[in-house]
């Protein structure tokens, strides 16, 4: 049974979906006006975690990672560089989709842009307007905060004693209570020239951020839904705020089960620019590979801070060697393996059945990997002891399925022992040739042949990778 720490409870709950047959998660995705730090990374990657982890349990899951294409910073920068927010936003999602490769996370089912999902938060501005829980002011609209009585049981502050001025903008007068957060925002003069609008019964208007999420998930999934997802710091306000907007609008239970990761940090501090102690993921990747940054950010709990610094990652890198090759040491004896030469070994075959409910355990117990992780080393310990003593090659075929699955279960090790025949990899440099060409239907028909012969290609940004279909 699959226990999942709720934020909206503080408590561990066993996890029961909406429907029987599918998982839905929406995950807050990036605001694309830089690149992504590795934090950001953390967070995403520990999405992916779950979702995987979901999938290995069973479940089919449909996960919707939205793109906040539109805010003060992609306004802001992209006039900066000299370009149009759809130009500079497209180069920034590009950037977001390469790093998901990197660290081989698994692709959403969608990534809704915020500026294709403004007609819907328009029209949520409507329902909560007629509702009482918005208003207008200098054409702006603005989450009425009072109305809503429940506002603040997912972050539990006490509203009554937070200063304003501490925490609450204090600029921002022309709203009724300086807690009031925007639904829709008037386009300045400078947005306006420079196309950057949306007409709304209360003029020109642009998205808030709270806004877009609270209508991106529910345009995929209806007023309630299993999972949300972000880091901490998306408790308050942003997932606050979601809450008193779906659940005002619709007068139903939004999520179910809200979970957020803790924080990356870098040598004991928060990253900042200031502190020059900020990364991006690239590189990341081009000092220890993307499946040994993967395979790090997975070794501490994602309710823990990640504190990063060489020495981590050292370890992490050392550790994940360690794993690998007891792969591909059973890879290897697997080749001259003879059932007549070594019995089978019964207590080998239980002992592997063991450690996979180990496994799973540690995997239900509030997405415990680390704990996953000790245990791929208990494998990864009994497999090389058995290749000291025994061959036996329903013993080890047993004892690399198993192997497997713990990797496909973490995203790790996408690559070892994947041998694909050179014919499969011609009609693979054929399509290439076909894409770079632009010759789309050609390049569709050997995608489709490739996976007749039972391999998928996925187009990432390092080129084509292809994998055996998973069976
Ligand atoms: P943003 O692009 O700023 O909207 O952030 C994308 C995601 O990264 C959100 O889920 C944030 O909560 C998360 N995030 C931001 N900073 C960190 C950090 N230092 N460590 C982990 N996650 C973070
Ligand atoms: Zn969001």
């Known amino acids: 049974m699959l226990r999942l720490y709720n934020t909206l409870t503080r408590k561990k709950e066993v996890f ?12 807050c995705g990036p605001t694309v006006y830089n690149i992504p730090h590795i934090g950001n990374y953390r967070t995403f990657l520990m999405t992916d975690n779950l979702v995987r982890i979901l999938e290995y349990l069973g479940y089919t899951v449909n996960l919707v990672m939205n793109i906040t294409d539109i805010d003060d910073k992609t306004i802001r920068d992209s006039k900066k560089a000299g370009m149009s927010l759809k130009e500079f936003t497209e180069k920034y999602t590009e950037e977001f989709f390469c790093g998901l490769d990197m660290l081989n996370i698994q692709r959403a089912s969608s990534y809704p842009r915020a500026t294709e999902n403004v007609d819907g938060m328009i029209e949520l501005a ?7 829980l918005a208003y207008e002011k200098d054409g702006s609209v603005y989450y009425r905060i009072a109305a809503f009585p429940e506002y603040g049981k997912l972050s539990k502050l006490d509203f009554n004693s937070i200063k304003v001025g501490a925490s609450v903008d204090v600029d921002e007068y022309d709203k009724d209570n300086p807690r009031d957060f925007v639904l829709l925002k008037a386009s300045t003069q400078e947005e306006i020239e420079r196309g950057i609008y949306y007409e709304s019964p209360w003029g020109k208007i642009r998205p808030g951020w709270h806004t877009e999420c609270s209508v991106m998930s529910m345009n995929h999934f209806g007023p309630s839904l299993d999972i949300h997802t972000g880091g901490v710091d998306l408790i308050f306000p942003h997932h606050e705020n979601e809450i008193a907007q779906s659940e005002g609008a619709t007068g139903k239970p939004f999520v179910r089960y809200w979970i957020h990761g803790e924080h990356l940090i870098v040598d004991g501090e928060k990253m900042s620019k200031s502190k020059g102690n900020v990364f991006t993921l690239p590189e990341l990747v081009e000092k220890y590979g993307g499946e040994v940054v993967r395979f790090m950010f997975m070794s501490v709990h994602y309710r823990k801070k990640l504190d990063f610094s060489d020495s981590f990652a050292q370890n992490a890198q050392n550790s994940y060697f360690k794993l690998r090759e007891t792969l591909e040491n059973l890879q290897f004896a697997i080749k001259g393996a003879d059932d007549n030469e070594y019995p089978s070994d019964k207590e080998m075959i239980d002992l592997s059945g063991n450690l996979e409910d180990d496994f799973r355990n ?16 208990e494998l990864s310990r009994i497999s090389n002891q058995y290749l000291e003593s025994g061959r036996n090659k329903d013993v080890l075929e047993k004892l690399l399925s198993l192997y497997r699955k713990f990797a496909d279960t973490l995203g790790i090790f996408a690559q070892e022992g994947e041998e694909v025949p050179e014919e499969i990899m011609e009609l693979v440099k054929i ?23 039972g391999f998928v290609v996925q187009d990432t940004c390092e080129g084509p990778n292809v994998k055996r279909q998973k069976r």
Request: aromatic letters at 6%; hydrophobic letters at 35%; glycine letters at 2%.
């Open 16 to 27: 029961h979906p909406l429907k029987e047959e599918e998982v839905s998660i929406y995950a």
């Open 126 to 132: 409507q329902t909560l307007m007629e509702k009482g």
């Open 362 to 377: 540690a995997l239900e117990d509030d997405m415990n990997i680390p704990k996953a992780i000790a245990v791929y080393h």
């Open 431 to 453: 399509r290439e040739q076909a894409r770079k060409d632009r010759d789309w239907d050609t390049a569709d028909a050997l995608r489709e042949k490739i996976a007749q012969e």
